[in-house]
């Protein structure tokens, strides 16, 4: 199975997978309806994507207490069964990356869903900071838990 892979060294911040996954979700091209968000620290100088890391013990999915959050047994990724949702938000608040957001008129929960298995955002990345790919190398697997450990940090400053 595939996974998306984010390197945060990599990211230059021009935030294109914004545009592309609010385009491909909503027809509009408005990043505050992506289900990716950009993190910028200024002082620091660096970018780093967030988005849904598809955990194994899924916190959201054990949190939704209407069971709205089921993994596609094709893509691996937490899907939010927007008919089911109650919009109640325990699944924001367990999140250990912050990824799950409100969409602003449904007011149901939403998340990355890797598009069907053909994630746009790392089709339009232009400096490969995301990548979706079966060859997960050792390499890959540092960045990916350099990217975690990132996002967990600017989760815990932010609520300082």
Not at 45 to 65: F, T
Request: glycine fraction near 6%; aromatic fraction near 2%; include cysteine.
């Amino acid at each position: 199975m595939k996974v998306l892979v984010i390197d945060p060294e990599a990211c230059t911040g021009c935030e294109i997978c914004e545009l592309v996954c609010s385009l491909g979700k909503t027809g509009a091209c408005r990043p505050s309806l992506s289900r990716i968000k950009v993190v910028r620290i200024e002082n620091e100088g660096v970018h780093v994507p967030i988005v849904c890391m598809q955990c194994e013990d899924a916190p959201c999915k054990v949190a939704c207490p209407v069971n709205a959050i089921e993994r596609d047994s094709k893509t691996g990724a937490m899907i939010v069964d927007e008919s089911i949702c109650i919009g109640c938000r325990a699944c924001t608040i367990v999140c250990p990356y912050g990824a799950i957001s409100i969409d602003p008129k449904s007011r149901k929960a939403q998340t990355c869903d890797l598009c069907g298995g053909d994630p746009l955002c790392a089709k339009w990345c232009p400096s490969a900071a995301l990548m979706f790919t079966n060859e997960v190398s050792a390499d890959m697997l540092k960045r990916r838990a350099v990217g975690e450990r990132v996002a967990q940090l600017i989760l815990k400053s932010r609520s300082q």
